[in-house]
């Protein structure tokens, strides 16, 4: 007996069907998808911010006679407060391996959401009567609260104009100068690239307003982390004033 094949009338009507579901099943799967991924990221944030709370109690000097300092995902990594999601030099983390300068060779969290690293995301530690309590607060490389200037381009400012003097070691051992390059996005010493400058010496000059008129943000230093085959530079620093 000769086995009947499909009409094209039925293989019409089978393929508008499936185009129909997929007109209506695929937004749905969309919007699914991006809920479970903004409730996972809710809890990483939670997880992070519980891990910097933590951190901040077993390790109270940070605060150095203030009350509020900053912790960055990638030193909670290091302290191993905090696991990675994915291994240095997989998709999303090609970060560099000094950690001297700050930075892990362990790996990265990733944001569930935008799939990027969350590594250089940061939680602001207070010290408050009931404990120290921790505060989600993203990047560390912010404009002011009225639009103007980036924070590290302040920064560099102020080691041009002499206001900030940076100091970085060199091959020898030898502590020497360094400041920001002319693009603001890298450190150099004698013309030469180094990965870390610090604030030198402890004038009240060393203080940078930032965020308000009332803040006084002291910077600890410059870190240059290379993210998805850019150079950037981040802020480390702490203030002793309520914002």
């Known amino acids: 007996m000769k086995k009947k094949g499909f009409t094209l009338v039925e293989l019409l009507v089978v393929i508008a069907i499936i185009g129909v579901l997929s007109v209506i ?7 699914v998808n991006n809920s479970i991924n903004e409730r996972l ?6 997880q992070i911010v519980s891990a910097a ?17 900053e912790v960055y995902v990638y030193e909670l990594i290091e302290s191993n407060y905090l696991s990675v999601d994915t ?3 997989d998709d999303n983390c090609t970060l560099p391996t000094d950690s001297t ?34 505060e989600f607060n993203g990047s560390g490389d912010e404009t002011t609260s009225d639009g103007s200037k980036k924070l590290v381009d302040a920064i560099c400012e102020g080691f041009a104009s002499g206001k900030f003097k940076g100091q970085t070691m060199d ?37 940078l307003k930032y965020g308000s008129a009332t803040a006084n943000w002291r910077v600890l230093g ?14 480390k620093m ?6």
């Open 222 to 235: 410059l870190y240059t982390f290379s993210v998805e085959g850019s150079s950037k530079l981040y802020p």
């Open 171 to 207: 091959a020898a051992g030898n502590i020497v100068p360094c400041t920001c390059n002319a693009t603001n996005d890298g450190l150099i010493s004698n013309g030469m690239k180094v990965e870390v400058c610090l604030i030198s010496g402890d004038n009240v000059n060393n203080y």
């Open 101 to 134: 300068t700050g930075r892990t060779n362990k790996g990265c969290m990733i944001d569930p959401v935008s799939k990027e690293s969350m590594n250089y995301n940061k939680v602001i530690l207070r010290k408050e009567t009931i404990g120290i309590v921790g």
């Open 25 to 31: 099943l695929i937004p749905s799967i969309i919007t």
């Open 53 to 69: 709370e933590l951190y901040g109690s077993n390790n109270e000097e940070i605060f150095n006679g203030v009350s509020e300092v």
């Open 41 to 46: 990221k809710t809890q990483k944030i939670d």
């Open 87 to 89: 291994q240095l030099n």
């Open 238 to 243: 702490i203030t002793n004033e309520p914002i």
